[in-house]
């Protein structure tokens, strides 16, 4: 690296909260970061709003409204409890296909019973800032102990169906390849809650009938392809062995028998997936990144951009862009390198990239040109 560019890297890592913009710089396309807002607690999940605000899940267990000059409600009243611990609590949000006529939103959420846990998913009304009718449409069963592995992503497909990821809750990874179980798999149900009739295991009654596919560890990162409609997920892989995978109905993505990475106790895994009858990820990371968030970009602010796959990443401090060509990764690119753990990446309705970072002060940012 030049002197240069060493030094405009510094003065990006230290001078990020102090400036209203700042600079960063990638090989082709130049951009400013602004902070949008702060003071949000462990933030997780976001989801735009047709009038311009923006709906924020806090990790705590509040939702608030931030409004696009960065004004941040009270926290949203009619929220359901969340076990608010390790990895658990409010996660994501989303809003229904048809918001701007029934005001329903979903939030994907760690929920307690007794000793144990396992995530769920609520929809409500939004009205003058709280929750109204709340009614749970789903629940990952069984429930279990342990605050790791939650998922949790809410997606919905071109065909109004809702996508959920979820987790194999840590030490119940076995389980992710049975069907009898949510553990480690991901759900595709109806807003209401229903199973429609083409889920692969609809008929089956020694399965699940919400699943759509399995063998999955941990998906914190779910997007549609802007061009096909398919559904593209990214999950945690253990010591090593993120993963990107294209998730078809049916089928089996192999963990915990099958991954690029070892377990943490220094076991190997098998990185042999078709070998074993399973699918195999076509992206992954090995040393891992921990990514989390996951959007392709549509917009017309970075025309350079457009159908890049961005994602957030916690361990590895830095936001991915993926070049992709129908089915497959051509190339990556770390942006915003050795800075903070990013939880979640969106495009904004102005065509801008928001980020939230993962940290007690929890920060909404926004990248535009420069």
Request: aromatic share 10%.
């Amino acid at each position: 690296m030049t002197l240069k560019t060493n030094i405009i890297a510094l003065l990006f890592v230290f001078s990020f909260f102090l400036l209203p913009a700042v600079q960063a710089q990638r090989i082709q396309t130049e951009f400013d970061v602004r902070l949008v807002a702060e003071g949000l607690q462990f933030p997780w999940g976001m989801a735009f709003m047709p009038d311009g605000n923006m709906l924020v899940t806090e990790k705590v267990g509040q939702l608030r409204i931030i409004t696009p000059d960065g004004r941040v409600s009270e926290p949203v009243k009619g929220v359901p409890a969340v076990l608010f611990q390790q990895q658990g609590g409010l996660l994501d949000v989303a809003l229904d296909p048809a918001f701007s006529k029934n005001h329903l939103i979903y939030l994907s959420y760690s929920e307690p019973e007794g000793a144990k846990a396992s995530t769920a998913v609520a929809r409500a009304e939004l009205k003058n800032g709280s929750l109204e009718n709340l009614r749970i449409i789903f629940r990952q069963l069984p429930k279990t102990e342990g605050g790791v592995h939650f998922g949790s992503r809410l997606i919905f497909s071109p065909d109004g169906n809702l996508f959920i990821t979820l987790g194999d809750r840590g030490d119940y990874m076995e389980e992710a390849q049975q069907l009898n179980n949510h553990i480690g798999k991901i759900i595709r149900i109806r807003p209401d809650g229903t199973v429609p009739s083409d889920n692969p295991f609809a008929s089956d009654p020694k399965a699940k009938p919400e699943i759509w596919s399995y063998g999955h560890r941990s998906v914190q990162g779910a997007a549609i392809h802007p061009k096909t409609g398919e559904l593209w997920i990214h999950e945690h892989g253990p010591k090593g062995g993120d993963e990107i995978n294209i998730p078809q109905p049916g089928k089996n993505y192999g963990w915990p028998k099958a991954n690029y990475g070892d377990h943490y106790s220094g076991v190997p895994i098998k990185n042999e997936h078709a070998e074993q009858g399973f699918e195999e990820p076509i992206h992954y990371w090995t040393p891992s990144i921990a990514p989390s968030g996951m959007v392709f970009y549509t917009g017309k602010q970075f025309p350079g951009w457009r159908d890049s796959l961005f994602i957030g990443t916690l361990a590895g401090r830095h936001l991915v862009r993926l070049s992709t060509d129908n089915k497959k990764i051509l190339n990556e690119e770390r942006l915003l390198t050795n800075t903070l753990r990013f939880r979640d990446v969106e495009q904004g309705p102005d065509g801008a990239l928001y980020l939230l970072t993962d940290e007690e002060n929890g920060k909404l940012l926004k990248l535009t040109p420069k």
